[in-house]
């Protein structure tokens, strides 16, 4: 029968009709339709919820002053400016010390990391050791480390310090004592709420406590039983204004720059310095706002002036001396290492810009106002031809453009044959090119000729050389339309490549003295203004320019 046909469907296997198929589809946008208006309730609930709830139960439920009270739970000790703090191990190595904080609060989220920020770095008195073997800074918020105090950004936000420093005088040249300059450099515009000094008082007793302190051997002393005068070892602190609060005390602390004998006991010295004389007219002056002469920062603007004339990043990175490595520099040249670097200008015989900048590097770190001066004058003699030279090819390629603008022969067509105006143009840029290198004295040319491929290649992977050899290709084999719409793409390109270099170091030069009180500028330092600026408006291939006053 043919019910019993294998070909024979059951009524489940059957297609559904046209009716059933018309009720799942009106089903299935039902179900969509219900699902968008979901969307649109869950979307617009979000959009209507306001942006300034808070974001964790503490915001939502603690008011600002009970919050406050947790984070000073959380925060504070008092063991961060004791000299325990800052202690050595029986291997003369800083112990990492647990303080019972939970910094990691601060990782939460905005709102709590600037509550609780101003606790941590207003509420805590921290201690900053400023007397170690090696001249850096040991402080609890270097985790206990020496390190560069100048190279934390956390010790701008500190409100109260406690700095402990010594007046020894050391042996060796290259240990320069720059850890308390250094430290008031690096403070002097975060005008901290208080400054406590300790200074320790000569010949105080080496302490010896298991696990705390630790005697080095006498053969490795580089310190002198001489001593600064205590004048001279706070002078660091003129740098310092706008102070809540200074306090200079003398202790008998561990001093590891006091002279030692051959079994490492510290040797009696005379005690006591005079402070009577000395704390009250610092006090007038760090507390107060009086005008400061800040030899560092006239440092940075004139390297910053003379590094905008050097396009090498190694070569720029050596014109800049760190704080305190001057004075090891200077008397300890063969240990510099830029020379297994190839930088010939500074090797001896040093360039004479950088021996210059090596000087006034020093003359900032030891806030000699006299030197810098004389140092900085020779800076400026030295760049100022090179300055004059870059200002007139400047001048020259803005009125070459200009002119063949206006004579319609370069940006909108040629009356001379293609391949002449192509080099006539590549002439004037590179004149301008040209202008931007360094001069030299004799001896720093006889050392770049005997490696004058490695110099050469320095430069050669730079942008403008680069843009100057398409240039070059272009001249040489496109002859044609194609050519000209590359020439004048690739010709703007160098251009503003050069023109950004002189227009960096146009803006240095007229910061050159903007930490003096009382200098007075030999040179222009606002010629630049009266240069022209050209302005592409147009894409390379149309290259309409025009030069603004």
Request: net charge negative.
């Given at each position: 029968m043919a019910?019993?046909?294998?070909?024979?469907?059951?009524?489940?296997?059957?297609?559904?009709?046209?009716?059933?198929?018309?009720?799942?589809?009106?089903?299935?946008?039902?179900?969509?339709?219900?699902?968008?208006?979901?969307?649109?309730?869950?979307?617009?609930?979000?959009?209507?919820?306001?942006?300034?709830?808070?974001?964790?139960?503490?915001?939502?439920k603690a008011p600002l002053e009970i919050r406050i009270q947790i984070y000073r739970l959380l925060l504070t000790n008092n063991y961060l400016s004791s000299d325990r703090a800052v202690s050595k191990d029986w291997a003369g190595c800083p112990r990492v010390e647990q303080f019972g904080l939970s910094p990691s609060l601060l990782r939460t989220c905005r709102q709590i990391r600037e509550e609780a920020s101003a606790v941590l770095y207003g509420d805590n008195t921290f201690i900053a050791y400023c007397i170690n073997q090696n001249g850096t800074v040991t402080s609890p918020l270097s985790r206990n480390t020496s390190c560069r105090i100048d190279q934390n950004i956390a010790v701008t936000k500190v409100r109260h310090w406690k700095v402990v420093i010594s007046a020894a005088i050391r042996?060796?040249?290259?240990?320069?004592?720059?850890?308390?300059?250094?430290?008031?450099?690096?403070?002097?515009?975060?005008?901290?709420?208080s400054v406590e000094v300790i200074v320790a008082r000569r010949g105080s007793e080496f302490e010896m406590v298991e696990n705390d302190l630790v005697i080095i051997p006498y053969?490795?002393?580089?310190?002198?039983?001489?001593?600064?005068?205590?004048?001279?070892?706070?002078?660091?602190?003129?740098?310092?204004?706008?102070?809540?609060?200074?306090?200079?005390?003398?202790?008998?602390?561990?001093?590891?720059?006091?002279?030692?004998?051959?079994?490492?006991?510290?040797?009696?010295?005379?005690?006591?310095?005079?402070?009577?004389?000395?704390?009250?007219r610092l006090k007038v002056e760090v507390?107060?706002?009086?005008?400061?002469?800040?030899?560092?920062?006239?440092?940075?603007?004139?390297?910053?002036?003379?590094?905008?004339?050097?396009?090498?990043?190694?070569?720029?990175?050596?014109?800049?001396?760190?704080?305190?490595?001057?004075?090891?520099?200077?008397?300890n040249r063969s240990a510099y290492k830029s020379e297994s670097r190839d930088n010939p200008f500074k090797r001896n015989p040093l360039h004479p810009m950088e021996e210059s900048l090596e000087y006034a590097s020093k003359a900032g770190d030891e806030s000699d106002l006299e030197l810098f001066q004389y140092r900085r004058k020779l800076v400026l003699k030295y760049l100022e031809p090179q300055y004059q030279r870059i200002t007139t090819a400047n001048d020259n390629t803005l009125q070459f453009i200009n002119s063949a603008k206006k004579a319609a022969i370069f940006l909108e067509g040629f009356a001379r044959p293609l391949r002449t105006e192509f080099a006539d143009a590549y002439v004037?840029?590179?004149?301008?090119?040209?202008?931007?290198?360094?001069?030299?004295?004799?001896?720093?040319?006889?050392r770049i000729r005997g490696m004058q491929r490695k110099f050469d290649l320095k430069y050669d992977n730079l942008p403008r050389e680069i843009l100057l050899k398409q240039l070059t290709a272009i001249l040489e084999?496109?002859?044609?339309?194609?050519?000209?719409?590359?020439?004048?793409?690739?010709?703007?390109?160098?251009?503003?490549?050069?023109?950004?270099?002189?227009?960096?170091?146009?803006?240095?030069?007229?910061?050159?003295?903007?930490?003096?009180?009382?200098?007075?500028?030999?040179?222009?330092?606002?010629?630049?203004?009266?240069?022209?600026?050209?302005?592409?408006?147009?894409?390379?291939?149309?290259?309409?320019?025009?030069?603004?006053?």
């Open positions: 019910g019993n046909s294998p070909t024979a469907k059951t009524h489940d296997d059957m297609e559904p009709t046209s009716s059933d198929k018309s009720t799942i589809i009106k089903n299935l946008q039902a179900e969509l339709d219900q699902t968008k208006l979901q969307l649109e309730t869950i979307k617009a609930s979000v959009l209507n919820e306001p942006t300034s709830k808070p974001a964790c139960i503490l915001l939502q042996r060796d040249p290259e240990w320069s004592d720059w850890a308390f300059p250094s430290f008031c450099q690096t403070i002097a515009h975060a005008r901290p709420r053969f490795e002393k580089t310190i002198l039983e001489k001593h600064h005068e205590i004048e001279f070892a706070l002078k660091p602190l003129n740098l310092l204004r706008n102070i809540g609060s200074l306090v200079v005390k003398e202790e008998d602390i561990p001093d590891p720059l006091a002279k030692y004998d051959y079994k490492g006991q510290a040797m009696a010295l005379p005690k006591g310095f005079d402070l009577a004389w000395v704390v009250p507390e107060g706002d009086s005008p400061c002469e800040r030899v560092f920062l006239m440092y940075q603007n004139l390297v910053t002036y003379a590094q905008a004339f050097e396009r090498h990043e190694e070569f720029k990175s050596d014109m800049r001396v760190l704080q305190g490595m001057a004075r090891s520099l200077i008397g004037v840029l590179e004149d301008y090119a040209n202008s931007f290198r360094r001069d030299m004295p004799r001896h720093t040319r006889v084999h496109h002859n044609n339309w194609r050519g000209r719409t590359e020439f004048l793409r690739v010709f703007r390109a160098a251009h503003d490549d050069m023109d950004s270099q002189y227009q960096s170091i146009s803006h240095a030069r007229s910061t050159l003295f903007e930490n003096d009180l009382q200098s007075t500028s030999d040179i222009d330092l606002k010629q630049w203004e009266q240069s022209g600026k050209l302005v592409w408006k147009t894409a390379p291939e149309n290259s309409k320019c025009e030069e603004d006053s």
